[in-house]
């Protein structure tokens, strides 16, 4: 292709390690997120002029574990707006690893394009030996300007990997390769710059997803209580309390709940929360048990705990019924 026929990318940054210093080569853990400037981490990786003509616009620079919902609301109206235009093929995203698969899925649900939005990160920071997110960035260009990449919905790219927005998420604290599904959602690798795609997400996202956020200000809230033995309602009954619309419960197995604490989300329920029954374990699904029918509460499917709290959020923008949201929870 030539120079002038090239893709025209943007990369929007958010911060988070791809954009870290530490203090000297070998610090992996220690150093801070969200320093280095979205030209800088182009201007590190010169080889992506090869692949698109790149322009960069820096959103936040932050570490993810500190992402907002209005953040959230600003990125996937910036996506839109970038990605209505005719001159923008793509985009990529830098964003912190912590929480890199919720905006994904958030961005998933509420993008309105078939062209390709790539989320990559890196798992040691810009400064050390081995720093992963070079590579990261490249490889993230090279398939935001591939063909094979759209209609995907959201894909992230770590590691030499193409994920699903919707499965992919981070299942290492430290670990170069701590992105992946330990069974499913891996869509493909990417070989020196060029993607292979060989599954593809059967749920619905992006232009067929009834979530718009144009009008939307702010999201409701919805709070995670995570389930464990010798359990209370405690701080079911404080979720309520500080105007939680939804709680997300994360179960111990199948979307096990301690009696008393399904006393307290059952309490809830009658007050108009909406709860959602997901597990803990982080694999496999919670399928819908006569018990939680009866209380009205809503199974995850195999959506996580936080990504089951995203889709909860989006749904409650449109409706507080029980049975639209276990609608919403078999098709998106
Ligand atoms: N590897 C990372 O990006 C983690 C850094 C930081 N905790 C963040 O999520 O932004």
Redesign the pocket.
Known sequence: MSKENLPRITILAV????A?KGANATQTTQYQ??VLSVEALITAVPQVHDLAEVSGYQIANI???AITDQLWLLLARKVNELLAQSNCDGVVITH????LEETAYFLHLTVKSDKPVVMV???RPATALGADGPLNLFNGVALAASEAARGHGVLISLNGRIGSARETGKRHTVAIDAFGPPEAGLLGDMVDGTPHFYYKSMRKHTVKSEFGISDLRQLPRVDIVFGHSQDTRDLVDAAVAAGAEGIVHAGTGNGGIFPLTRQGLQDANKRGVMVVSTSRIGNGFVTPKPVDLESHFVASDNLTPQKARILLQLGLTQTHQATEIRRMFQIY
Request: aromatic share 6%.
């Open positions: 911060g988070g390690t791809i870290g997120a969200g570490p993810s574990f912190g690893t912590d929480t990160g890196a798992m």
